[in-house]
Nanobody
Framework: QVQLVESGGRMVQAGDSLRLSCVVS?????????MGWFRQAPGSEREFVVG????????YEVDSVEDRFTISRDGAKTAVYLQINNLTPTDTGIYYC???????????????????WGQGTQVTVSS
């Protein structure tokens, strides 16, 4: 069993920055997992934001957030981070960390391809 625990979400003002963290535990083979960050705004579907493959460090971002969102992971591959700069109210939502056991050439945008999920961390951006 793989466990993901997110943290770092809070209420901020527009223009601020945040760093979300996701700690992975439970198995020793998750070093090959593809990791993704998804977000769900109020009243909206969960959407892919950014992902990274653990095997070759490929990062895949949705165009709308490419300049402000950065994903990274620690060298031990037990944590993944999401740096968000210049936050806007439209970034408000619950941010979920997800892990896929599939070995991907590029992170998938499809939620159903991720096998493990964290509980989410709330980000609220006021104008």
């Amino acid at each position: 069993q793989v466990q993901l625990v997110e943290s770092g979400g809070r209420m901020v003002q527009a223009g601020d920055s945040l760093r979300l963290s996701c700690v992975v535990s439970g198995r020793t083979s998750f070093s090959r997992f593809t990791m993704g960050w998804f977000r769900q705004a109020p009243g909206s579907e969960r959407e892919f934001v950014v992902g990274v493959t653990w095997q070759n460090d490929v990062t895949y971002e949705v165009d709308s957030v490419e300049d402000r969102f950065t994903i990274s992971r620690d060298g031990a591959k037990t944590a993944v981070y999401l740096q968000i700069n210049n936050l806007t109210p439209t970034d408000t939502g619950i941010y979920y960390c997800a892990a896929s056991a599939y070995i991907m050439a590029a992170p998938s945008r499809e939620a159903h391809e991720y096998h493990y999920w964290g509980q989410g961390t709330q980000v609220t951006v006021s104008s």
